[in-house]
């Protein structure tokens, strides 16, 4: 059974930085792409960063240059550094695998952002 489990969330003042992890296990980790997205209250999730399989990543034009998607294959561990955080950062942060037409997500991580 695939779980994922993310952790790193918390409340965190304008300017500041967190380092999400999303913790895998049940897969060949290696062999997935993986994806964080964010919620806010009342907007659609959104794709924030990707990192496949092959190595290549991708961001969304929102975060870019302020986060960083890197993953762990030997400890099966996604991670999102977040740095200079703004108050529209704030949104629940969910870790997701696809591939081999699969697709598992965590229960997500709460990010909020505030003075």
């Known amino acids: 059974q695939v779980q994922l489990v993310e952790s790193g969330g918390g409340l965190v003042q304008p300017g500041g930085s967190l380092r999400l992890s999303c913790a895998a296990s049940g897969i060949i980790f290696s062999a997935y792409g993986m994806r964080w997205y964010r919620q806010a209250p009342g907007k659609q999730r959104e794709l924030v960063a990707t990192f496949t399989s092959s190595g290549t990543t991708n961001y969304a034009l929102s975060v870019k240059g302020r986060f960083a998607i890197s993953r762990d294959n030997l400890k099966k561990t996604l991670y999102l550094q977040m740095n200079s955080l703004k108050p529209e950062d704030t949104a629940l942060y969910y870790c997701?695998?696809?591939?081999?037409?699969?697709?598992?997500w965590g229960q997500g991580t709460q990010v909020t952002v505030s003075s």
């Open positions: 997701n695998v696809y591939g081999f037409g699969k697709d598992y």
